[in-house]
Nanobody
């Protein structure tokens, strides 16, 4: 069983930066997708970025591309560096992971991007608030 805990959220002014952290404990993440998602009241959950622990290029949503970087370290932590934050980035941010799988015939990132239901372990979330 994997457990996830996010941290690093806060309140910043437009143009500011935050670095969110997602600490995984329990089973080792290997051949999993780890994603960052966000949700605001009244809106659908939105993918922000996804990385596959087995390697390959990450995925970024168009709304954040160029402003956000997802990365991992050797200690099972996943990070979301967010720069040039805007008020529309205000949301609760969650990290989530899939179970391990081996992609066949297509990239792991495309599998995870197209089937969000594969993300079955979620953290509690960390709030990001950006003021204008």
């Amino acid at each position: 069983q994997v457990h996830l805990a996010e941290s690093g959220g806060g309140s910043v002014q437009a143009g500011g930066s935050l670095n969110l952290s997602c600490a995984a404990s329990g089973n080792t993440l290997s051949s999993n997708c780890v994603g960052w998602f966000r949700r605001t009241p009244g809106k659908e959950r939105e993918v922000v970025a996804i990385v596959f622990t087995g390697g390959g290029s990450p995925y970024y949503a168009d709304a954040v591309k160029g402003r956000v970087t997802i990365s991992r370290d050797n200690a099972q932590n996943t990070y979301l560096q967010m720069n040039n934050l805007q008020p529309e980035d205000t949301a609760m941010y969650y990290c989530a992971t899939t179970g391990p799988f081996l992609p066949i015939g297509r990239s792991a990132i495309s599998v995870c991007r197209d089937d969000i239901d594969k993300f079955d372990v979620w953290g509690q979330g960390t709030q990001v608030t950006v003021s204008s």
